[in-house]
């Protein structure tokens, strides 16, 4: 009796303590089982207090499996699964190939997926921009779905303070020739409740066929930066000059085009001119690594310039530019920069510049999903792009354990239940498949390797010149 009664006295005290701390929400969500992850094949189980779910230090990776979806751009989504049956699911770059995940599984099979930090730093040299970056970026999102789930906490918990309990949306807009035609589009996003905006300003398309409109290199001629600055205003009439409102797709630009297009925009006051830079930027114009080029560029204008959605890490790609004062707006693609725990780094070193952050997405739901569980943690944050919006009827109904529809009135609510808060829909998965099988067993990648190799894994001579065959290979 006396050991019952000091019990609950000291948890009257812990309470007391995390109520002056402010940490009462943290008691209240642990008191009450949270709904967790079936086990396939098993009744359902229910997050508490004591985690029962899985023994966290005994927990480890058996598995990686994937699946591609067929949409406008290619969802690669894997899967890693646990000996202990939680499982968490990750999603490579859109356009990108779940190869550049599956030639990980040799680094992660085994490996408890808690370590986050450890596991990620084992396959970074694996990484790098473009979709190169998407194998990487899908392992970091499937770790932290495993973790959430295990620790009963949404993933935003894991990686900091909520700044956003919505995030605000964009839309990737289809251009049109016929500038009331394009200006009518943009009116039917602000109508479905969108109040951010981005179009794209393709010179060749828009302008190429106009006498006197562009160079013998399709870049625009003054008479052709009007044209386009036309477009502009066209969207400009519709939305509002106080809408938020940036532009993307000019054409393969210089330095003095990229200067001349950004100084012409400038009375339309874009919240940035993205990915500028085309021509000698050493890399793919979406991810340059010249910062002083866009150093140059940005002190020439005051139209904002914004982009690097192709980059990947903060050493990697972005800190130079941050650090040189040479971008106003960071525009990464979280499927390339290295998903959560990554891409929060890179937002928030550029926050200590004064730089906010918007966000590429042009994903399923789930890699949406992972990209808002990130910015609401980031509190320069600007808005997030969907380029699913046409066709969000079946795009929504992948996943469930959300609200739909997904993007209401222009914003997703970011999710308080476990891990990234939603699974997928297997039978529309199914419908969708760009080939055969649902999660299919991945044995032809149990002996791939990236690895360098090594002596210590391989049959060689010894330091005697005798020839060693290992255990592993007899």
């Known amino acids: ?5 000091r019990l609950s006295t000291r948890r009257a005290l812990l309470r007391q303590a995390a109520a002056a701390a402010g940490l009462g929400a943290i008691f209240k969500m642990t008191e009450e089982p949270a709904a967790g992850q079936p086990r396939r094949g098993r009744p359902p189980v229910r997050y508490g207090p004591i985690n029962k779910y899985s023994a966290p230090s005994d927990l480890r990776i058996t598995d990686m499996r994937a699946l591609t979806i067929a949409a406008n751009f290619d969802y690669p989504i894997i899967r890693l699964d646990t000996n202990q049956g939680v499982y968490g699911l990750g999603e490579v770059r859109d356009a990108g190939t779940r190869n550049s995940a599956l030639m990980l599984k040799q ?8 370590n986050i930090a450890e596991v990620l730093r084992t396959i970074r040299p694996y990484a790098w921009h473009g979709r190169q970056g998407g194998g990487y970026s899908a392992v970091d999102l499937a770790l932290h779905d495993i973790v959430g789930k295990v620790f009963g906490v949404p993933v935003w918990r894991l990686l900091g303070d909520k700044y956003h309990d919505r995030i605000r949306m964009y839309c990737d807009t289809v251009s049109s020739k016929d500038p009331k035609v394009y200006a009518g589009r943009m009116l039917a996003r602000k ?51 106080d809408a938020p409102l940036s532009a993307d797709h000019f054409g393969r630009l210089d330095v003095h085009d990229s200067i001349n297009y950004a100084r012409a ?32 560029i940005k002190a020439s204008t005051t139209t904002p310039v914004g982009g690097f959605e192709s980059l990947f890490g903060l050493e990697e790609g972005f800190k130079p530019f941050i650090d040189n004062d040479a971008v106003g707006v960071i525009h990464p693609d979280p499927g390339t920069s290295g998903q959560c725990r990554e891409t929060k780094r890179i937002c928030d070193y ?13 994903g399923s739901p789930l890699g949406t999903m992972g990209a808002v569980h990130t910015v609401a943690t980031v509190e320069n944050f600007l808005s997030m792009e969907c380029h699913a919006v046409d066709f969000m009827s079946w795009w929504q109904e992948l996943v469930t354990g959300v609200p739909k529809p997904f993007i209401n009135q222009g914003y997703i609510t ?61």
């Not at 997928?424 to 032809?444: A, C, I, S, W």
């Open 1 to 5: 009796m006396r050991c019952e009664k």
């Open 350 to 362: 550029a926050a200590q510049f004064g730089i906010p952050t918007a966000i590429h997405m042009a």
């Open 265 to 296: 925009f400038e009375p339309y006051r874009l919240a940035w001119a993205e990915d500028l830079l085309q021509v000698g930027t050493l890399n793919r114009g979406d991810a340059p690594l010249n910062w002083r080029a866009y150093k140059q």
């Open 414 to 474: 970011v999710p308080d239940t476990p891990g990234l808060g939603i699974e997928l829909n297997e039978p529309v998965v199914k419908e969708h498949l760009r080939y055969p099988g649902y999660f299919e067993p991945t044995t032809d990648w149990d002996k791939a390797t990236a690895r360098p190799q090594g002596v210590a894994g391989y049959p060689h001579f010894n330091e005697h010149g005798e020839w060693v065959v290992t255990q592993s290979e007899r």
């Open 107 to 114: 680094f992660v099979v085994g490996a408890n997926p808690l």
């Open 191 to 241: 109508k479905a409740g969108y109040t951010f905006f981005k179009m794209d300003l393709q010179t060749m398309e828009l302008v190429g066929d106009k006498p006197g409109a562009v160079d013998y290199r399709g870049v625009a001629t003054p008479k052709g930066l009007q044209m386009l600055c036309d477009y502009i205003a066209a969207i400009r009439d519709v939305i509002g000059y």
